[in-house]
């Protein structure tokens, strides 16, 4: 075989993203008003089947008029499609074989990429793991194949973001370039092959979608009563493996501070998960046995809700070696009901926006008639700010109390921003711009963070089980992180910050939870839209559901769990949107907020 024209370059290309990129077309609502249906637990992902936009033009592009046909539907609980691409031809130049491997690589889901292997030597195909990484552009121009005076070739295209091996997906920042480079040589009998290429495979984020199952790892909450989920993407072949495998290796760094209630040893059989008639067995080591008859429960309830987001999985039984570990402990949904809206009406806390509403708190109780922005705790306790104070009324007590002040009160609203009730019994708020945590006894929370201090807070929000944060920082930047807590529930400290690149920026205001793996903010749609603003939906880790909103809207709220959206907009109304409609839900309720459960 003649020598390489080039050393093979192995580059993982994990730059940032195209403006344009991730933009999906479902759209989801629910009542915001009144208690709804529990979520179904196939339902808890919700959000987002993304299409892809925009990427780079220019050098050559690599054809898509022909090479990867779509041949056959593949099995009936998935909607990929079976597709197959040619191998190398008789005498193919080297160029051609670059851009018969780009589209074999497409296909190779149809066929574990045995025709992608063959523009390989038989060295490289032997070393070639094409899901080590899966680098996704946006799809709507192909990638463009450039040839250098020494005959390597460069490929290139705008990238959307990096899968793992792990399955954790990363989006890129914006404007992010994907660039691989590729050395050939010629084999005995004379043609040209890959001998250099970057790790993994480049796919189109539509296909991307096609072949990996997007779906949750429950891991536990400290206190082991919720679940914490963590979005992962996974081969639709062998989703239901992979959703095992990535319990028993545990969550990603920022969320270390998670429960995982499976032993470090626990490895999964040979036989995997087998699916017979609705029931999944999961089959583990011997030695994957916790033991003590709580973990079992705890351990058992992480893989049954991760597996029961799998179409045709309707029940799970685990074995550790030839034990059956038994039923799972009965743990709130990842995506639990939250019930109706929290406001103000007429000087008194309410709950619900109909005529039905409940009144929670009236001005006498509170002990003024100007308060404003209410919460209500998981314990049924009702905050509410007054001028610069915040006052507390536990659960069937007949007058609220001041458990935090600051500033002049004869200065009025003073620095406090909405309070928040977890369900620790902990009143979130922020402070004269710093992160502020609360209990009913006015004892504030020391938090301790390493990036906490880098730019203040303007805006945040709690996830539904209270143990994740999203935060934007006055230099417009959003982050998740997860929050750490004393056994007591006390916070006392945020963990690794994970950088959200579609929420943040100078055209995007407010943050909100508004699933277990996603956060909403508005955004500005400029010239192109009118001047209405958008909500723009964002996986934790995935893809990107842009919304036309209202003209005006201000901020945008979310019950956290099912997707429910309202907007408040400048004249104080509140919108809710009812199929393809916003429709005001009520401006007799100001200040609206959903509870966490």
């Known amino acids: 075989m003649n020598q390489p024209v080039k050393q093979p370059v192995n580059r993982p290309a994990s730059q940032p993203l195209n403006r344009d990129a991730l933009t999906a077309g479902r759209e989801r609502t629910g009542s915001a008003g009144s208690s709804r249906a529990p979520m179904t637990r196939r339902g808890a992902l919700g959000l987002l089947s993304a299409t892809a936009a925009g990427v780079l033009a220019g050098c050559t592009a690599l054809p898509s008029s022909s090479g990867v046909t779509r041949s056959g539907v593949a099995p009936s609980d998935t909607n990929a499609l079976i597709e197959t691409a040619p191998g190398p031809g008789e005498g193919d130049s080297a160029e051609d074989v670059v851009n018969g491997f780009l589209r074999a690589a497409i296909a190779g889901f149809s066929d574990d990429f045995a ?3 063959q523009f390989l030597t038989e060295r490289t195909a032997a070393q070639w793991k094409p899901l080590e990484t899966v680098s996704a552009y946006s799809g709507s121009t192909e990638p463009q194949v450039s040839v250098a005076a020494d005959g390597s070739f460069t490929v290139t295209s705008s990238e959307v973001g990096v899968l793992d091996s792990r399955g954790v997906f990363t989006p890129a920042q914006e404007g992010a370039t994907y660039v691989g480079e590729f050395s050939l040589a010629t084999n005995s009998t004379g043609q040209w092959r890959i001998v250099g290429l970057p790790h993994g495979i480049l796919l189109p984020f539509s296909r991307l979608m096609q072949n990996f199952a997007v779906t949750s790892l429950a891991f536990l909450s400290q206190d082991r009563t919720r679940f914490v989920s963590e979005l992962r993407w996974y081969p639709r072949s062998s989703q239901a493996d992979s959703l095992v495998s990535g319990l028993l290796s545990g969550p990603s760094a920022w969320l270390s501070g998670v429960s995982n209630l499976i032993p470090r040893n626990a490895e999964r059989a040979s036989r995997g998960v ?17 033991a003590s008859e709580e973990a079992r429960q705890l351990m058992v309830a992480q893989i049954e809700q991760s597996l029961l987001q799998i179409s045709g999985i309707d029940r799970v039984r685990v074995l550790a070696g030839t034990v059956d570990l038994g039923a ?4 709130t949904p ?9 406001g103000m ?8 926006t109909g005529s039905r509403r409940i009144t929670l708190a009236t001005d006498r109780v509170l002990g003024t008639s100007e308060a404003r922005s209410p919460s209500l705790g998981a314990d049924g306790a009702v905050y509410a700010l007054s001028a610069s104070s915040l006052l507390h009324l536990p659960q069937g007590q007949e007058s609220a109390s001041v458990i935090l002040s600051v500033g002049d009160p004869s200065a009025g609203a003073g620095g406090l921003g909405a309070p928040m009730g977890d369900r620790h019994g902990w009143a979130w708020l922020l402070a004269e711009g710093q992160l502020t945590a609360v209990n009913g006894s006015g004892q504030r929370a020391t938090l301790e963070s390493s990036w906490l201090p880098e730019s203040p807070i303007v805006a945040f929000d709690l996830s539904v089980e209270s143990e994740r944060i999203a935060v934007r920082r006055a230099d417009d930047r959003v982050a998740v992180a997860f929050i750490i807590r004393h056994q007591d529930g006390r916070p006392v400290g945020l963990g690794p910050a994970l950088e959200m690149p579609r929420a943040s920026g100078g055209g995007t205001r407010g943050v909100s939870w508004c699933a277990p793996n996603a956060v909403c903010v508005l955004a500005d749609a400029g010239a192109e839209g009118g001047g209405v603003p958008e909500v723009r939906l964002i996986q934790v880790g995935g893809a990107v559901n842009a919304l036309i909103g209202v003209r005006g809207a201000q901020s945008v709220i979310s019950d956290r769990s099912e997707e429910s959206l309202i907007l408040i907009d400048e004249a104080g109304q509140t919108w809710q949107r009812r199929g393809a409609m916003w429709r005001v839900l009520t401006s007799e309720v100001t200040d609206p907020s959903f509870p966490l459960p």
């Open 334 to 342: 990842m995506a639990p009901e939250v019930g109706g809206i929290v």
């Open 328 to 331: 799972a402990a009965q743990l």
């Open 345 to 352: 009406s007429e000087g008194s806390v309410v709950r619900g």
């Open 115 to 117: 025709t992608a292997k």
């Open 274 to 290: 087998v699916v017979d008639a609705g029931t999944a067995t999961v089959h583990l080591s011997a030695d994957s046995d916790p």
